[in-house]
Every structure is written in structure tokens, then in C-alpha cells.
């Protein structure tokens, strides 16, 4: 009997096996789509095909089922014979990213797995199914990428020869925030540095700093709105001027968003007309201020206050998300950027992806952690605590991941790891925002940053290094290494005595302001600048010091003993020299000419160490053809650059002086060669008028030529070679570069008797030309203080010896010979090498002892 039962008992559980297999073999159904808001698909029973089944919805993190019928009409299945078509579903599942990483969905009746299903659900996966997504996250990670690791094609050395041994260096950044007249400047609005610029660009002529607040504010309004857009460069700032600039404007009727520095810039927009009383006009021009307008002042958000950030950071009140939610800042950068608009901000993962979108764009504007909505941060953030996201620690650190599968460096196995490179982007996003005083996590920002102690500026990336690493042995040569000028030129000689001097250099190529052109010159191969050393020598004219301690990291010179090394024409000091001169611990020059100028008004010593010549370089010879010259002719020589300032070159001397010597009717077969560049590139006035008066001397006589070029250096001395002698009838030089260079050719040089080229232009040398001392003018020379003098060569004096040039070529030889002698002997690089050990030497010492 009990066998009996069995087998009947197996016999109807076999029946129902069947009917099982049989009745799951009639269903069908397939998920289509699964996103953040919805589930779709259709499921059918072809032994029903006109009835609607119901889907059960299993979705980890859930405890309950969502149950579904599938009756919603679809063309598809009709076209496809699916019973009357009407076998699909469009569930609605707000969050459904949010809400579990897998999803399972079955007939409700039969238990029937539809394909597709199961499905692994999450926010980076949602992202990397959208096509428009993935390319804003892909194009974000990238730019962060790149921020965040500049690239350097400088190859790491050792850094055996550290030391813990710095100087008290007088070149401190805070000097350049001091408030230039305190007792009649309480609020500080005009720093040394504000106070430098304002001379530096001769607004002194147009208003002064008094204790009237009004004028005052004129020069400040001038600094940020006048002369800080030019510059495409943020501005340094104090701390000061940060409040005071933050204060709300005391205008009645203007809400506290509207902060003095936002008033002022928005009322001179010439582009935009806001009405400030009106909360719509109030939040866009804001958006505007701090979007816009002050990241060119202030890049690192100094000049962003809490209230305008809490007016930004609203709710725009346009549509009411659970998830990711928007503000009025995150609608108006995605409505305003081409590249965002693509999103669909209905979608969940489409704002998740704008949040994520704009926490990269950190890399580039910190002060954007401050707008992000602090739910969606939250969220992107939360750590993951489901099995299936083990390897995984947030959405934000997902979605990295899943972009960087794209672009990836690979490491030296050929291998990639997407999640560990997309933690080290995202430490470093967060070490980024540290740095500067902002997190994720909060609105405000840090009272203790460092950005918020002074500098409103970005250090050059490739040299960031911690104050207590310690400081390099050896000097870092900081300057126009690769401008064609003579500022450049020095540079580059100054690294050859250096290294002829057996000193450990480095470089800094600086040379903010410098209009020179570049790439004309020969290449500097020496170490870049990536350790700070004991000794900075900045090869900067004084007017520019300030500049580089104002934009270079300050760790580069805070700590070390600074040099600069200086050229002036005039026999007075500039104002805007005033603050370099406060700065650095001590002044190299080339001349007794400029040791004497500096040292009336330096507090530090002033050496006069000299200035090399190198070397010539072995160039191809050439025929006069090539450049259009006459066999027959003896041409006369003047070289310069007219960004030098034609009144101080003197060429309209030289044209009469020419002429003078060799009238027009003369049968004497001369010529004269005026030699320039940068010419079309002069637009002052004064210096405009100069050089039409040259032309129309020019035109008139046949025998001169004008050339406005940048030759290449080797093409520079062959063209020199060609001629016959050299003339400068300089009103003032620092050195004189196109002079010594002549003499190393064996050039005969005509020079003014005056100036920093008497170091080598003496009577056996050359021949010197008298003069008598003025006073220039104004609009002559770059800053012309009262007082001030140069030359004023005698017309009679320069003619005489052109003539004696050209009508003595035995005497014309023995000097030449003389004076290569002594460039040599006296300028060559073991020469001014020893005269600079010499004096590294005593700063040694001076560190060392102090």
C-alpha cells in the first residue's frame, strides 16, 4: 500500500512538472529599458493572447514587491503578432538608482523570469548607458586630470644636495600687502604693491594717495576695473581690501548681496543693465559676478561672500526633485554652457551626473564646492553598504571610474586600474580644495586658509613645494631666459658664468610683462627650477621684482637670500623702483654707472659683478648680396630694439650725424643701416611721431635703410659682419650689448661717451663722442622722475668721428684689435666668473653666519 501511494503521489507531481515546463514554455518578455525613473518591457502568454499578465518587481533594498499589469498598447508587438499588442509595462520608480543595485522581474502568476532580468542597477551604470552622460563626465575627468597632474618634460633628478640652512630674506609676500600710508589710509585700500602698479602705469598723473577716500577709491577702482582686465592675470589682493571689498554696498534699498566690489564692477558692465532692487535681476547678476567677472580679480573666490552664495545656492522653484535636487546656480551653468544642456535634468542620473560635472570643475575653480547643493553632494559621497558595491566606496568615486575606462594612462605592465586612478583623481580633487580653504561638505569657507591671508593669485603649478622641505645648494637664475632682447641676453650669459663658475643652477623662465618676442635665441639647457635654492638671482629690471613675487610661488624666494640684478638708464630712481629695492637683500649690476645710481638709494649692498660676453658662435659667412647691400658701399651701423625706446636710442641723432659727415652731394660712397624690430608694435604717441620724422628723412635720402626684422642670432652677426662700422648715439645705456658684441665681431664702435658701456668703450676701444647732460622729457622715457638726466650727444663731435671712421682704416685696425683684446681678457666668462664666485663666496659666509 505505502509503495502504491508513492508512486501515485510521483505520478502527479510528474503531471504538474509538466503542465509547469509547458505553461512557462507560453511565456515571453523582455526589459527594454531600466533607468532612475522607470522599468520597461512587455511580457506575454501566447496561450492567452489577449490577456494581460501581471510582473512582479524585485528590487534589492527593498522589502516589498512592486506589482504591474502589462496592458499598455505598443506598435512593436502588434507589428511583431504578440497577441493585440497590449503586453507592455512603463513602471515609474522614483530614485530606482538610489534604491538597489539589482533588479529581478517575473510573471506574478507563473513566477517566470523575464530575459534581461536580473539586472545590476546603479548610478555609474545608468550614466555609462547615456551616451550624452558619459561625454560630460569623460570631457570633466579629463580637464580635472590635467589640472590636477600639469605635465613637465623636465626629467627628476636626485636631491642629494638639500639643506635645512635658509636666510632671513627681506622678500617676504606680506610686504607687497602692507598698506603703503597707514596714517592716512585706515582702511588700507592702497597697498605697496596697489601703490607700485599705480606708478608703475603713471596713474600718479591722473590721482594720488591721499587721506581723501574718495580718491583713493579712484586708484583701487582703477587697480581692479581698469588695469586688472588687461591683464588676463588675477590680482593680487590683502586681506583688507578682501573685507572691505566684501562689505555690502551703503546704498539704501540694495539687498547685503550686493557687495562693494560686485556694485562697482556691475555698473560698469557696459554689456549688462540690472536692476539690483529686483530679486529675479539680483540673482543674475550675481550669477553673473561670480561666474564671470570675479575669477578674472579674484580666481580662488575671494571675492564671493556667503550671501551671495546662499542667494545662488536657492532652489529655483521650477521643478521639485527627491533626488539630486537643483539649484538656481547648477540651472543657470547648465542652461548657459553648450556642453551641459544636453542633459535632461528630469532625469535622476542626469543630475547626478551635472553635481559630479561641477565637483570636477573644482579642479580649475575651487570655490564652486561652495554652490553645489548639499543633498546631491551627500549622496554622490555616501558610502556604499550593499554586497554587490564591496569594491566600491560611493557614486561619485563609481562614476570616475567608469569615465577614466576611456582614457586612461596605462602603467608600465600594460595595465590599467580605472578605480585606483579615479581615487587618486578624487584625493586629489579633495587635497586641492583643502589647499585653498574649501570641502564638499560645506558652504563656508576656511577662516584659516591660506589663500584668505593675503594672495589672490595661482603659483606656477610646476613648482609647488612645502616650505620645510628645505632649500637646494646653489643658485636659481630667475628671468627672460628665451626673449630676444638684451634683458634676455644677460640672463642667458649670467647661466654661463654660473656654470663656468662651477655653481649648481637651475632656472626659472620669467618674464611677466616682458614684450620681447622669443624663439630667436639659442636654447638654455640647464635644470629647471623644481627645489627652491639658497640663492635666487632674478634677472629682472626693478619695475618687474614685485611682479615675480607677487605670481610666483612664494616658497621660491621666501626662504632664500634674493638677488637682483638691475639695469637703469637714468640717474634717478623711479617710484616704482621703490619696492623692489624694500625686498631684495641685495643688487648685482654691470657697471659703475648703476652701482652708483643704486647704491644713492638702496639700503642693501650694490656690486658691480660685471657682465659677460660669450664666445661668438661659429656662423656662416655671407654676401652683402643676400641682404641687398652694395659691394662698393662702407655702411655704417645702429642696431636696437624699438621697444627700447627710440628717443633713448638716438637714431634721429644718427641720421644727422650721418648726413652732417656726409652731405648729399658728397662723393663718398657711404651708407647708413638702421637696424630695428618691434617697430609695428610700438603705439605710444611720442615714439609714433619720432618715427615718422625718420621716415621722411629716409625717403629722402637714398643712402639710408631701415630694416625691421627679428633675425636669428647667427644671421644677427653674419648681417653685423657685413658692415663697416657701429654707431650708438645712445642718450644712456645700462650695458650695451650691440656694443660689445661689435667689438668681438672687430667692428669699429662709435659710442656716446656716457653710461654703463664706458666698462669697455674707452679710448683705445673706440671712439667716444661728447655730449652734454639734459634733462628728458616725459613722454621720452618709460618713468622720468624729477631730476632726472642723460645724455645729448653732439651732432659736430659724432660726425667728426664718422668721418675719422671712415677716412682711417690703420687706426681703425689697431683699435679693434685693442678692443677684442680687452673684451676678452676683461669680459670673457672665466673673467666675470671669478668676479661672481667672488661675491657668492661673501653670501655664503652671510648665510651661513647670520
Known amino acids: 500500500m505505502l509503495l502504491k501511494h508513492a508512486r501515485k503521489k510521483m505520478k502527479i507531481f510528474r503531471r504538474a512538472l509538466v503542465q509547469k515546463q509547458t505553461v512557462h514554455q507560453t511565456i515571453e518578455g523582455v526589459i527594454d529599458i531600466v533607468d532612475d525613473e522607470r522599468v520597461v518591457g512587455w511580457a506575454y502568454d501566447t496561450a492567452a493572447p489577449e490577456r494581460a499578465l501581471l510582473i512582479k518587481i524585485l528590487i534589492d533594498g527593498l522589502d516589498d514587491p512592486i506589482i504591474a499589469l502589462a496592458n499598455v498598447d505598443r506598435q512593436d508587438l502588434r507589428n511583431a503578432g504578440k497577441g493585440n499588442g497590449q503586453h507592455g509595462f512603463d513602471v515609474s520608480i522614483k530614485g530606482l538608482a538610489s534604491i538597489g543595485s539589482q533588479i529581478r522581474i517575473y510573471t506574478l502568476e507563473h513566477g517566470r523570469e523575464l530575459h534581461g532580468s536580473p539586472v545590476r542597477i546603479n548610478l555609474a551604470e545608468l550614466a555609462a548607458r547615456s551616451p550624452v552622460a558619459s561625454n560630460c563626465l569623460r570631457m570633466e575627468a579629463y580637464k580635472a586630470q590635467k589640472l590636477l597632474n600639469p605635465t613637465s618634460s623636465v626629467k627628476e633628478e636626485s636631491r642629494a644636495n638639500i639643506t635645512n640652512i635658509t636666510y632671513r630674506t627681506r622678500s617676504q609676500p606680506d610686504v607687497l600687502f602692507e598698506t603703503e600710508s597707514p596714517d592716512i589710509d585706515p582702511e588700507g585700500l592702497i597697498t605697496r604693491y596697489v601703490n607700485f602698479e599705480h606708478h608703475r602705469f603713471k596713474q600718479d598723473q591722473h590721482f594720488s594717495l591721499t587721506g581723501n577716500l574718495g580718491e583713493r577709491l579712484q586708484i583701487l577702482h582703477w587697480y581692479l576695473a581698469g588695469y586688472g582686465p588687461h591683464r588676463a592675470l588675477p590680482l593680487p589682493l590683502s586681506k583688507q581690501q578682501i573685507e572691505f571689498l566684501n562689505s555690502p554696498i551703503p546704498i539704501i534699498g540694495l539687498r547685503c548681496e550686493v557687495s562693494i566690489a560686485a556694485y562697482s564692477f556691475i555698473l560698469n558692465e557696459p554689456s549688462k543693465s540690472y536692476d539690483l532692487r529686483n530679486e529675479a535681476a539680483l540673482q543674475e547678476a550675481t550669477f553673473w559676478w561670480c561666474v564671470e567677472r570675479s575669477p578674472l580679480v579674484a580666481p580662488n573666490g575671494d571675492l564671493i561672500t556667503d550671501q551671495q552664495v546662499s542667494l545662488l545656492t536657492k532652489s529655483d522653484g521650477r521643478d521639485t526633485y527627491q533626488t539630486y535636487p537643483i539649484n538656481y546656480f547648477l540651472r543657470r551653468l547648465w542652461e548657459l554652457d553648450p556642453s551641459l544642456t544636453t542633459l535632461d535634468l528630469k532625469s535622476a542620473v542626469s543630475r547626478a551626473v551635472l553635481t559630479a560635472v561641477v565637483m570636477l570643475r573644482c579642479a580649475e575653480r575651487p570655490y564652486y564646492a561652495r554652490f553645489l547643493p548639499r543633498s546631491s553632494v551627500s549622496a554622490l559621497l555616501a558610502p556604499h553598504t550593499r554586497q554587490t558595491d564591496k569594491d566600491f566606496s560611493n557614486d561619485f568615486l563609481q562614476l570616475i571610474s567608469q569615465t577614466l575606462k576611456d582614457f586612461m594612462e596605462y602603467d608600465t605592465t600594460g595595465r590599467a586600474d580605472p578605480k585606483q586612478s579615479a581615487k587618486k583623481l578624487i584625493e586629489q580633487l579633495n587635497a586641492h580644495l583643502n589647499r585653498n580653504g574649501y570641502a564638499f561638505s560645506r558652504a563656508t569657507r576656511s577662516k584659516t586658509s591660506e589663500m584668505n591671508a593675503g594672495l589672490c ?394
Open 457 to 850: 593669485f595661482k603659483p606656477d603649478p610646476s613648482i609647488i613645494v612645502e616650505a620645510t622641505s628645505g632649500l637646494e645648494v646653489g643658485v636659481a637664475v630667475i628671468g627672460p631666459t628665451r626673449a630676444t632682447s638684451g634683458l634676455g641676453q644677460a640672463t642667458r650669459l649670467s647661466i654661463d658664468v654660473l656654470g663656468k663658475a662651477g655653481q649648481d643652477i637651475s632656472i626659472l623662465d620669467f618674464g611677466l610683462d616682458n614684450p620681447a618676442p622669443v624663439g630667436f635665441t639659442s636654447s638654455v639647457r640647464t635644470r629647471k627650477l623644481t627645489t627652491p635654492k639658497q640663492i635666487n638671482l632674478l634677472h629682472l629690471n626693478a619695475e618687474s621684482i614685485p611682479l615675480a613675487f607677487a605670481y610666483l610661488d612664494s616658497n621660491v624666494y621666501r626662504h632664500s637670500y634674493n638677488i637682483g640684478y638691475f639695469f637703469w638708464e637714468l640717474d634717478q630712481l623711479p617710484r616704482c623702483h621703490s619696492l623692489a629695492l624694500r625686498m631684495l637683500d641685495e643688487i648685482w649690476v654691470s657697471s659703475e654707472y648703476n652701482r652708483e645710481i643704486y647704491a644713492k638709494f638702496a639700503e642693501v649692498p650694490v656690486i658691480n659683478v660685471g657682465m659677460a660676453v660669450e664666445a661668438l658662435p661659429e656662423f656662416s659667412s655671407t654676401t652683402r648680396d643676400r641682404f641687398g647691400l652694395d659691394e662698393q658701399t662702407f655702411y655704417f651701423l645702429a642696431t636696437f630694439d624699438s621697444f627700447s625706446f627710440v628717443e633713448r636710442k638716438n637714431p634721429l641723432g644718427v641720421l644727422a650725424a650721418f648726413q652732417h659727415a656726409f652731405p648729399a652731394a658728397g662723393s663718398e660712397r657711404v651708407g647708413l643701416i638702421l637696424k630695428t624690430q618691434n617697430r609695428t608694435r610700438v603705439d605710444d604717441p611720442h615714439q609714433v611721431r619720432v618715427w615718422q620724422a625718420i621716415d621722411d628723412i629716409v625717403r629722402r635720402d637714398p643712402r639710408i635703410r631701415i630694416i625691421d626684422e627679428t633675425f636669428s642670432y647667427n644671421d644677427l652677426l653674419a648681417f653685423k659682419k657685413l658692415c663697416n662700422a657701429y654707431v650708438s648715439l645712445h642718450r644712456s645705456e645700462g650695458w650695451g650689448f650691440g656694443l660689445i658684441e661689435a667689438m668681438q665681431l672687430g667692428i669699429p664702435v662709435i659710442a656716446t661717451a656716457y653710461s654703463g658701456n664706458l666698462e669697455f668703450c674707452r679710448t683705445e676701444t673706440a671712439w667716444l663722442v661728447d655730449y652734454e647732460l639734459v634733462t628728458p622729457n616725459q613722454n621720452e622715457y618709460i618713468f622720468v622722475e624729477r631730476g632726472s638726466r642723460w645724455a645729448h650727444p653732439s651732432i659736430e663731435s659724432a660726425a667728426s668721428t664718422m668721418r675719422l671712421v671712415f677716412s682711417s682704416p690703420i687706426e681703425v685696425s689697431q683699435r679693434c684689435d685693442e678692443a677684442r683684446r680687452v673684451v676678452h681678457e676683461e669680459f670673457g666668462l672665466v673673467a666675470i666668473a671669478n668676479r661672481y664666485q667672488a661675491r657668492l663666496d661673501v653670501i655664503k659666509n652671510i648665510i651661513s653666519g647670520q
